[in-house]
């Protein structure tokens, strides 16, 4: 004599079986690509990161962007920063006055963090500052940015300030309509997330991550003791 089972029972327990096997492969396929992170950076494959106490257990590294001062310094500065961003409008000054007061003893590297969703125009200045650079003009143009930080939104900026920059404009204007630079851009982006970067600016000094308008006694303050360990 057959006993009877409703059809439902079995449905919902064979559909309970495929959330299961496949909460499974996702857990898998997370371990796998952590592993291959893990070993990438064992290895050397990603040189981009190095080991650190923070929560994401990774810092940026120098990369290929520009930079002001000696690689190698005894502290080095690693700036995830927004174009269209008016707190890191005002680090650059304390930066600069801070550059001064510690010759030879920074490395100082800026690293792209546009803030797409409140800052429309950080990621197009962004590339156009890469292009910038590929002229050899980076900081020129990187002031510029900030000077006319409010007039980004004009059709055209981008270009006349690399007229006033003494850019080759015919080259400027192909690399950035291009978007040659877009992926570097995505790329310190990227990293600026894996390393745990939420706003602009936020440095890493030697490693250790600090977030926000600095004064420059503030910068005298980490960077002495940065000293002092080195």
Same mark, same amino acid.
């Given at each position: 004599?057959?006993?009877?089972?409703?059809?439902?029972?079995?449905?919902?327990?064979?559909? +309970?079986?495929?959330?299961?096997?496949? &909460? @499974? =492969?996702?857990?898998?396929?997370?371990?796998?690509? %952590? #592993?291959?992170?893990?070993?990438?950076?064992?290895?050397?494959?990603?040189?981009?990161?190095?080991?650190?106490?923070?929560?994401?257990?990774?810092?940026?590294?120098?990369?290929?962007?520009?930079?002001?001062?000696?690689?190698?310094?005894?502290?080095?500065?690693?700036?995830?920063?927004?174009?269209?961003?008016?707190?890191?409008?005002? +680090?650059?000054?304390?930066?600069?006055? &801070? @550059? =001064?007061?510690?010759?030879?003893?920074?490395?100082? %590297? #800026?690293?792209?963090?546009?803030?797409?969703?409140?800052?429309?125009?950080?990621?197009?200045?962004?590339?156009?500052?890469?292009?910038?650079?590929?002229?050899?003009?980076?900081?020129?143009?990187?002031?510029?940015?900030?000077?006319?930080?409010?007039?980004?939104?004009?059709?055209?900026?981008?270009?006349?300030?690399?007229?006033?920059?003494?850019?080759?404009?015919?080259?400027?204007?192909?690399?950035?309509?291009?978007?040659?630079?877009?992926?570097?851009?995505?790329?310190?982006?990227?990293?600026?997330?894996?390393?745990?970067?939420?706003?602009?600016?936020?440095?890493?000094?030697?490693?250790?991550?600090?977030?926000?308008?600095?004064?420059?006694?503030?910068?005298?303050?980490?960077?002495?003791?940065?000293?002092?360990?080195?």
């Amino acid at each position: 004599m057959s006993i009877y089972r409703p059809w439902y029972k079995s449905f919902w327990k064979i559909l +309970a079986l495929i959330v299961v096997l496949g &909460v @499974l =492969l996702i857990g898998v396929a997370f371990l796998a690509m %952590v #592993y291959s992170e893990v070993q990438k950076i064992r290895t050397g494959e990603t040189s981009n990161y190095t080991a650190n106490d923070s929560v994401t257990g990774f810092t940026p590294g120098r990369n290929d962007d520009p930079y002001i001062g000696i690689p190698g310094a005894p502290v080095e500065i690693i700036a995830f920063e927004d174009f269209q961003c008016p707190f890191c409008q005002q +680090a650059a000054p304390i930066m600069n006055q &801070v @550059l =001064l007061k510690y010759p030879n003893k920074i490395l100082f %590297v #800026y690293r792209d963090f546009p803030l797409d969703s409140i800052h429309p125009y950080a990621r197009p200045a962004a590339m156009a500052a890469e292009c910038a650079d590929e002229q050899g003009s980076f900081w020129e143009y990187h002031d510029l940015l900030f000077e006319n930080q409010n007039q980004l939104s004009q059709f055209g900026i981008f270009s006349s300030l690399a007229a006033e920059a003494g850019l080759d404009t015919t080259r400027f204007e192909t690399c950035l309509d291009s978007e040659q630079f877009a992926d570097e851009v995505e790329q310190d982006y990227n990293e600026g997330l894996l390393s745990g970067v939420t706003s602009t600016p936020t440095y890493f000094i030697n490693g250790q991550k600090v977030e926000g308008l600095l004064t420059v006694d503030s910068w005298g303050t980490i960077i002495e003791a940065a000293l002092e360990s080195y």
